[in-house]
């Protein structure tokens, strides 16, 4: 998975914090989020694969830590 192919955001789904994941319509690029991660989903309301917003798949996106505020437990 070519990450850079890749646009992230943050947002809430269902009352949960998310990253959203966007890219052009291609297949490959379809099939890459699912096979590398498959807790990804597809959101019809958002129009968007989206992904938990954890910790650890923050890390292996090479995205910035969540600073909310809150405490947060590492492994």
Excluded: C
């Excluded at 990450?3 to 789904?13: L, V």
């Amino acid at each position: 998975m070519i990450y850079k192919k890749y646009n992230f955001s943050f947002d809430q789904h269902r009352g949960k914090d998310v990253i959203l994941l966007r890219f052009e319509n291609n297949l490959d690029l379809r099939k890459a989020p699912r096979f590398r991660f498959p807790s990804a989903k597809w959101s019809s309301t958002k129009k968007s694969w989206y992904l938990p917003d954890l910790p650890v798949l923050r890390d292996k996106l090479n995205l910035q830590e969540k600073t909310d505020g809150k405490k947060r437990w590492t492994v």
